[in-house]
């Protein structure tokens, strides 16, 4: 589909995909493939780059979207790993370490000025946050408050839990999010949040006023069998390495080298 078709004024709704991962974590692609795919193959008008704990390709893709001619816009986003579950911070500048409460997560992406929003909720194989932990934190002060849920999510995670997180989501008074959770080029897209305008400023403000909707399709089997020994191999056996190197950098740069013992001559 064309830029022009993408981008016709006379289309009043705009379409997101905030939920996409890349080689920065156990995503299957570089963020410029991923750019140039979403360029040609959709007619996405803004998309979120979220890989696990890590938002060094969502910095590099949003770089390469402003330095080159792409007819959509990039946001920075990271799906964090928190003590209850996932998380996905939208819009924010700094990562955001794992492994931290869920309560203190949200806060620190507030204080980025970011959104926070719950994927693939109440799927607990792949680290949905279960619903009593979700109801526990909408009774907590605002600023620990979510600000959107995945409401429509393309895989059989999502599949199994698709009317009983909308129901909570609606209940909860939350805005509605589709987000692929893509993993390789040909799923980016098949959950899509649709908003009033064409640009993240627009979104943002759907999301904060409660205005969006989500649509998508379910992923089939195909899907899976294509990417999964490729994307299974950089699940289990790469990211869970950069993550513990990110962590020995946190422990090093919170104590430097005080915990190391007496050197004694």
Known sequence: MSSKARRDPARQFGKADLHIHTLASDGLNAPRE?????????????IG???????????EAKALSENGNYSFEVVVAEEITT??????AVDITTCIRMFQPLERTIAEIHAQGGLAIVPHP???????????RIES?????????????ETFNPSVAGRQVAEEASALTDALHLARLGGSDSHSLETIGSARTVFPGHTWADLRRAIEQRTTQSEGEFWEVADY???AL?????SLIILPGKRIKKMAGWFLEDHGPAWLPVQRR
């Open 34 to 46: 991923i750019l140039d795919y979403v360029e040609e193959h959709t007619d996405l008008d803004v």
């Open 49 to 59: 780059i979220a890989d696990h704990d890590d938002i060094s390709g969502a910095l």
């Open 83 to 88: 003590l209850s579950g996932h998380l996905l």
């Open 122 to 132: 109440l799927a607990w194989f792949s680290s949905g946050l279960r619903r009593w």
């Open 137 to 149: 934190v909408m009774q907590q002060p605002p600023e620990f408050h979510f600000d959107g849920m």
């Open 225 to 227: 069998t294509r990417i």
């Open 230 to 234: 490729p994307q299974a191999v950089r």
